[in-house]
T-cell receptor, first 115, second 113 residues
Framework: DTGVSQDPRHKITKRGQNVTFRCDPI?????LYWYRQTLGQGPEFLTY????????KSRLLSDRFSAERPKGSFSTLEIQRTEQGDSAMYLC?????????????FGPGTRLTVL | AQSVTQPDIHITVSEGASLELRCNYS??????LFWYVQSPGQGLQLLLK??????LVQGIKGFEAEFKRSQSSFNLRKPSVHWSDAAEYFC???????????FGKGTMLLVSP
């Protein structure tokens, strides 16, 4: 069990550029979650997958955001036409079971800075 | 909708002193409650969780928390704080019908020598 990994750990981009983040969950974890954390705030839910199906999306997830989990393993989160307000830490988490609520294990996060 | 309030933004505790971090939640049914810790620039590490049963739960690093339904609280405690406990602590709630977690804004713990 190597834990949840995220890549890259840091990303600096210019406003208007597209960025993509990757998350590798703990092996065989069915659920994968994306959260966003801004300075001084707790993580806020963006979206989650159960295997390859995207089951829920937050209102925070604008049309510029898209997430995929094509084979039910790793996931990508893409932000198109980045804005300065997108600057945040993007956290990925996974959980092992299909019960309604289970423990979520978090990765180290990707810190995005939009200039 | 579910929500979490952590009333203290910052707390400073002397090393060796006891600690209590407050968490109040709002949820219509039996909640699932979590405490996570986050060191600077890092992800979140689970300290402990409450799903059901004994209302006093033990976690890692000597932490414990008590679920009090009548007060809608899930306060985190540690009898003797170590300098390495300095970090930000987040309380979170989940529950039936909500597969995701709702987090509080966090409490930053500072440990003085």
């Amino acid at each position: 069990d190597t834990g949840v990994s995220q890549d890259p750990r840091h990303k600096i981009t210019k406003r208007g550029q597209n960025v993509t983040f990757r998350c590798d969950p703990i092996s065989e974890h069915n659920r994968l979650y994306w959260y966003r954390q801004t300075l001084g705030q707790g993580p806020e839910f963006l979206t989650y997958f159960q295997n390859e199906a995207q089951l829920e999306k937050s209102r925070l997830l604008s049309d510029r955001f898209s997430a995929e989990r094509p084979k039910g393993s790793f996931s990508t989160l893409e932000i198109q036409r980045t804005e300065q307000g997108d600057s945040a830490m993007y956290l990925c988490a996974s959980s092992p079971t299909l019960v309604v609520v289970d423990t979520q294990y978090f990765g180290p996060g990707t810190r995005l800075t939009v200039l | 909708a579910q929500s979490v309030t952590q009333p203290d933004i910052h707390i400073t505790v002397s090393e060796g002193a006891s600690l209590e971090l407050r968490c109040n939640y709002s949820y219509g049914a039996t909640p699932y409650l979590f405490w996570y810790v986050q060191s600077p620039g890092q992800g979140l590490q689970l300290l402990l969780k409450y799903f059901s049963g004994d209302t006093l739960v033990q976690g890692i690093k000597g932490f414990e928390a008590e679920f009090k339904r009548s007060q809608s609280s899930f306060n985190l405690r540690k009898p003797s704080v170590h300098w390495s406990d300095a970090a930000e602590y987040f309380c979170a709630v989940g529950g039936s019908g909500y597969s995701t977690l709702t987090f509080g804004k966090g409490t930053m713990l500072l440990v003085s020598p």
